[in-house]
């Protein structure tokens, strides 16, 4: 994200910045990828500059409210990838990082989607991983919602398109868990 971001920066500065990141990645972007491109932006926001999270969002919501989704889902991704997170016992802390920053439901939908990605692209291996995290106290509330399927299903098709002869590809889509509750 650009250098010059900070807490003083004026708004109409930060809505300009945000404007020519939306045009870079729409004239860039390999055909298909544009929205991977915007996701960047609430990845890079989150990672460089967190408190400036909410002035961004507002500054899309100005600009460019098409890219709003992919920006939170950035946002979420970066929260399962926030060291901290990395700590055992920390998965259902990863999600909650998300439901605290997003303003919205939409916001939350999309911040619950990046990070559900993270968390099954990295776990794809191990798919008792996942069944494990659905049986955690709040494992419910994740399986019922849409943001955290929307997630996991697209970090599968992004693992198709990009190593579609990956191995645990088919075992993670075949995986059956033990317990009937997941």
């Known amino acids: 994200f650009p250098r010059g971001l900070r807490w003083d920066t004026p708004a109409e500065e930060i809505r300009r910045m945000v404007a020519e990141i939306v045009r870079l990645d729409r004239d860039n972007a ?16 989150r990672l460089l500059r967190p408190t400036m999270v909410p002035a961004v969002d507002q500054a899309i ?29 920390s998965d259902w ?5 998300a439901r605290r920053e997003a303003p919205d439901e939409a916001a939350l939908l999309n911040a619950w989607a990046g990070a559900a990605w993270g968390y099954a692209l990295v776990t794809q291996q191990n798919p008792e991983i996942m069944a494990d995290l659905l049986l955690q106290l709040n494992g419910e509330e994740l399986a019922q919602n849409g943001g955290f399927a929307n997630g996991i299903a697209s970090s599968m098709m992004m693992r198709f398109d ?7 590809i088919e075992s993670f889509i075949d995986y059956q868990p033990s317990d009937p509750r997941v």
């Open 30 to 45: 390999t055909p298909g990828y544009t929205g991977a491109a915007y996701e960047n932006m609430g990845l890079a926001t």
């Open 61 to 89: 919501r100005e600009v460019a409210p098409e890219v709003r989704g992919y920006f939170w889902h950035g946002v979420g991704r970066m929260s399962y990838f926030w060291p901290v997170n990395f700590l055992p016992c």
């Open 93 to 97: 802390q990863v999600f909650q990082m």
């Open 162 to 168: 990009t190593t579609p002869d990956a191995p645990f």
